[in-house]
């Protein structure tokens, strides 16, 4: 291709919106541009990308026995309503309705359709197991689209589905897919992690997220590099310390004036953070909860979700009244010992360990000091409920763990019979009874691995692609087209590596070579030919985006030189 030809409009200067390297690059090097927040264009070279990025997963799915389908966008209401998820769902969903006012929504997942779909099409144990995978647009609404295509709207994912008669086979399935995945990556050049995830308080076994290793992921991982355990924060276990063997000391009543919150009470105290417990009040689905929790720790909403048995966004702080009503008091005195009406009362596994405690006392401007868990309150539930921290212990071997930050770009995740129970997708086995299809779900998203890629290589000229997911392999350079021989000798390279089969992009265009070889670096194509002042001796300069250094090299080693550098590095 020619550059003089290519719809590439690529930037000196980005929006201020572009807070990351990689929706900075994307947009400089033409990829794509936005249209409405979180809804995106692909040019020439972004959709290249993605186009590379797409096959690679299909490969690697059609390998593991995948068989591929494609679902509509569109999926009527009563599907999700029959899983129950029409309003778990919330606003992330984008609902519309048709012209007979029936109701649809534009698929985020597509776990109802599949499962549809296999219930009325699978019967017998003979036609399972069975993977099938869709590469196709999901819909999310999202609270806070941002990070260009990282996390957008509208955006592409590869979704599959297991269905197999057992746990056994599902575990087969999922082992499968986990390889798949694997390979995936690799080959599109991502260092990544793979780290245990939550599955939710609705069943469902092993969840696993493959996370790529970046500074501004959003996402934190939980490892520990003695024994390999990782998690992401929303899952890692908690550990804790042995109880204190400091001395019980006498409940005091202390006057507290408008002292409030922790840090209030650090400094009106002069004591740490970590000798309080902070209670705080929740509501979920008309009920009341009050979370004991160290003073310096933080609540990890999604292990409160699953000990409580709900969905996280039915869980939010109480309103003033709420917790005037059941601590008498306003707000910010709240404890754990004559809490009024129906309170599920909560602590976190740290709290009894503890001794000597400062508490809120359920009294305008006043706090206990020295309670103590067992001898002045207990709680209805004990629970890890806390966010991991940097330096915890590790829940297998004890070494400390460190929190790292990443990119999602997969979750695999063992359903069992959630859905299949849900809508009903039943086999006949080979005794003649029903059972249940136990399910596995597997998803990737194409568009995010395109600028997780990026974030892991770049630099400050641009864009390094790995070679298996690069717009084009190698770039022509003429550093002077109105010279003959550079112009001539260049247009034969480009000939001959094109139809080598190389994807070859040539910059005809006549720019002083400054602005072409910066160019060329933003873009990132692995290989660039600078064909300049040697031209007339037939000899062309070949360098790798990735290093500093050029080679020269006649002109007729250039296409085997490329093959070998191409086959090399895929
Ligand atoms: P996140 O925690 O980042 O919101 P998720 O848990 O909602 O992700 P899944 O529902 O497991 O994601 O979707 C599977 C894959 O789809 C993710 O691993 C990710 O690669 C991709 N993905 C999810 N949401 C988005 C988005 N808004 N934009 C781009 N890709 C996305
Ligand atoms: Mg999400």
Redesign the pocket.
Known sequence: MRLSQLLIPTLREVPAEAEIPSHTLMLKAAMMRKLASGVYIYLPLGKRVLKKIEEIVREEMDRAGAQEVLMPAIIPAELLKESGRWDVFGPEMFKLKDRNDREFCLGP?HEEVFTDLVRNEVKSYRQLPLTIYQIQTKY?D?RR?RFG?????E?I?KDAYSFDVDWDGLDASFDKMYDAYCRIFDRCGLKYTVVEADSGAMGGKDSK?FMVTSSVG??VIAYCDSCGYAANEEKAECTVEHKSDEEIKPLEKIYTPDVRTIDELVSYLDVKSDKFVKTLIYTYKDKVAAVLLRGDREVNTVKLANLLKVNENDIDFADEETVRSVTGANVGFAGPIGLKGDVLLIADAEVPMMKNIIVGANETDYHLKNTNYGRDFKADVVSDIRKVVDGDKCPRCGNPLKLERGI????IFKLGTKYSDALGANYIDENGNEKPMIMGCY???L??IAAAAIEQNHDDKGIIWPMSIAPYHAIVVPVNVSNDAQRNLAEKIYDELSKAGIETLIDDRDLRAGVKFNDADLLGIPIRITVGKKASDNIVELKLRRDENSIELNYDEVVNKVKELIINSI
């Open positions: 997942t999310r999202e689209p295509v990282m996390r957008s709207r955006f994912m997220e959003e996402a999602e770009v997969g979750h998803g990737i998203g568009n995010r």
